[in-house]
């Protein structure tokens, strides 16, 4: 067995780890990041050209550790196909990829939720629009009023309801973004909290530097494009209620869609008030996790040794494949 | 001897660092988060329900660690009155919770301190309301003039000068929020830097995310609730500055109130004429030492081994016990 | 050989990294600082007070690792005369400090630019205006026309285009700050990544946390004063663009000035179209590199186990040592 992941977004992560629980690796995708991977940060032993190069793959006993890239790459319908063994339960993808189903999920897990608006003619207080399938939150915007809505939306092509299909219309809550990272442990049915982090963002982590006044001048329209990430600890008395979230997720997808193992991501915020609002799940691996190569303060905490999320995917692999269990676990 | 301490705020770090040192644990506190500390991070031996279960406490020879959490559940008095172990001296309890001795120890110390109000009539300058014993920051506002103090005073139930004793005004003073937490070594008669963190508070730290033109629409007021902590340091020719300053403040406490020691905190702001304001001190371990489980950038500096705060109080109650100096430290 | 640099900015790194290799230590600088760098934290072997104890230096075997500290107070024309063995290309000094030779640098490395303003009423948007020399930031400020560049630049003494040769007008680039840090290895003539951070600035990264309404009200400007360093990770499909640009920089290097080794920075910004806009390089140690200290995602990645900038740059000595090839490295 070699672990495999398309070579972007989270993937030195999961071959350090993978190497580190001493499999051998494999990184495929551009062959212009090829010396990422080989030579600047030598974790993969192989390269291999092309989005998915399935016989290849095949041929070095691989098993995918799919990411946000791999699947924005290939596409839902195509991974669903994939010959090659996946870690974890691909009845995910259409739940997490249909904005009702994936709202279905999240209620049925008692998550607090904003209000999405079907008709942006009844907005009644801030919302944020999100263009479906927008990679890093390119083309976010902010409205507060139906009238406002219909102007800002125009520049995205948007022009009357039945383009409407395109964008998500939710409740803006103010709060400051939390991401915890969920590790789940089908072969153990246990959760664990991985770590956490904020995602920093342009423009809409650079214009709080300009003084309003400047601002107004300036006229600037924000944007939510991922950049990065910043590491970050949650205050102490907020985990247990994280930690119920993140079970009770895992509780409603095995009554939905037959569970949902490995790591995943609830994407909220932290309102005023302390309550923890959800916006996204992401059902695998996110990029939140990469400041942690060498573990995070939570993993540290259950671990004592340096333990990423990467890590933790391929110490399941190793435990699957000394237990002859990888059939739990792969799809 | 076991180490114990309520089960929030900084518990997790404790309790690891005094594993890590070899002594057995106890939480203590709400049942419901039991699992955080016994299953998701296994990091106490023993869990009791109850906010001080004296006489379980002291069947396990437990000395207790204080916490922000501790102190606001128990209660200054019922804290005074333990008769289990406590690491600290509990004379500071009330210069720290007394606005008026805590000043006048800030003062002896040297410390810069913002301008404080006794009467909202005399504001000319941006200020900052606290109400007294807000928990995380909660109902803070900023005012500019007397009238818009008693404006938004109003929504605090403060409607003339007899409310005032619910809330200190003090001078806004603009900079950035940088937290230096210190530990002072009574038996080694050492002050050390341990770390340094940034508190990331709701909604203080989403405003800047929304455009200048959008908030003036939204009408957004500012709030401070602590939601967890960010990693910083500090640049490198301002530490001598901040580290001078801690020595002034446990110079001052032994001339006030017979000495502070272990881990304490000046939160503050760095201005950017690069002047450090003080605007309070945290007599304990603060949760803003969290991110650093697995050691700082300042700890590792002098200790090359993972040394958090919480491992630190650890290390000083084993020197205590092996020197038979542990009366010296506990109270 | 013993490793030596002026006792401020990253020295604390720098010296740890060399014990870390086996090497003596010496810092130099103000007395008031020695017990930082022998007592609070031990990392100098010796401390000598003076801006450059030339001598005392000689006579220790001592090797200066420049930083941007010593660089400024001991002035470029002396750095070029020093006899003390220095690590680094001294010819790098004048290419750097001349706006106009470091711009031909950048470009010539094909790096994106903002655009510069000679003539500020040339400007046809919104402007930074950075005085020359100015330490951390300090009196840079916006401007968004001629006229408005005009009202605040009097405020530094700059009353007619004869005063213009003391600050440098460039155009302002909508962006979160990103600040890679590089080591080149002139003995294995290798780029690496060492670690990425964004600076924590007074008040530029204060004013975010006041409602837009309350900063008009009290007329707030901005500042740019370093006062600390936040953790940073950079989206994984970025890093071949930054280290591409790195590469490309120690390039331009060798083609215009004998080469570049050793640490050094890009500084920019990310906008939302994820472009790196760089504004200024650092052709040495950064003290974007300090919380590192116990190493950064990018060198855990790499070498799997601790190694900072400051330790990075003890190893090439180490090197040059035992191959006796720090005749290249020396200058």
Redesign the interface.
Same mark, same amino acid.
């Given at each position: 067995m070699r672990v495999a992941t398309y070579a972007?977004?989270?993937?030195?992560?999961i071959l350090?780890g993978a190497k580190d629980e001493g499999l051998e690796t494999v990184a495929f995708g551009n062959p212009?990041?090829k010396?990422?991977y080989t030579r600047?940060?030598?974790?993969a032993d192989y390269f291999i050209g092309g989005t998915y190069p399935e016989e290849e793959l095949l041929e070095f006993d691989a098993v995918v550790i799919p990411t946000g890239?791999f699947v924005a790459h290939l596409g839902i319908e195509l991974v669903e196909k994939m010959r090659v063994p996946y870690y974890g339960n691909k009845e995910v993808l259409k739940w997490e990829s249909d904005r009702n189903l994936e709202r279905k999920w999240l209620e049925r897990a008692k998550l607090h939720l904003p209000r999405v608006y079907e008709d942006p003619d009844d907005i009644e207080g801030?919302v944020i629009v999100k263009p479906f399938g927008a990679g890093?939150g390119?083309g976010y915007f902010?409205a507060?009023s139906p009238g406002d809505f219909w102007k800002k939306a125009e520049r995205l092509g948007i022009r009357d309801k039945e383009d409407l299909g395109r964008v998500q219309i939710q409740e803006y809550v103010?709060?400051?973004?939390?991401y915890p990272h969920y590790f789940y442990s089908k072969l153990n049915r246990e959760?664990?909290?991985m770590s956490?982090d904020?995602r920093?963002?342009?423009?809409?982590?650079?214009?709080?530097?300009?003084?309003?006044?400047?601002?107004?001048?300036?006229?600037?329209?924000? /944007?939510y494009? *991922?950049? #990065?990430?910043?590491?970050?600890? %949650? $205050?102490?008395?907020?985990?247990?209620d994280i930690?119920e979230a993140g079970e009770r997720t895992v509780k409603a997808a095995e009554e939905l869609m037959g569970g949902l193992w490995g790591p995943f991501c609830l994407e909220g915020?932290?309102?005023?008030?302390?309550d923890f609002v959800v916006f996204e799940i992401s059902a695998r691996i996110v990029?939140g996790t /990469?400041?942690? *190569?060498? #573990?995070s303060?939570?993993s540290? %905490? $259950?671990y004592d040794e340096?333990v990423s999320t990467g890590r933790r995917i391929a110490m399941e692999l190793m435990q699957g494949l000394e237990e002859d269990r990888l059939d739990e676990i792969l799809t």
């Open positions: 972007s977004h989270s993937a030195l992560q350090k212009r990041v010396p990422l600047y940060f030598p974790v890239s801030p890093g390119k902010l507060k103010l709060g400051v973004p939390v959760l664990e909290l956490i904020r920093y963002e342009s423009n809409a982590d650079a214009i709080g530097r300009i003084p309003a006044k400047e601002q107004l001048d300036l006229e600037i329209n924000t /944007n494009t *991922v950049v #990065g990430n910043i590491p970050l600890v %949650l $205050r102490e008395s907020l985990l247990i930690i915020v932290f309102t005023e008030e302390l990029a /990469n400041p942690f *190569v060498h #573990g303060p939570y540290w %905490l $259950r340096p």
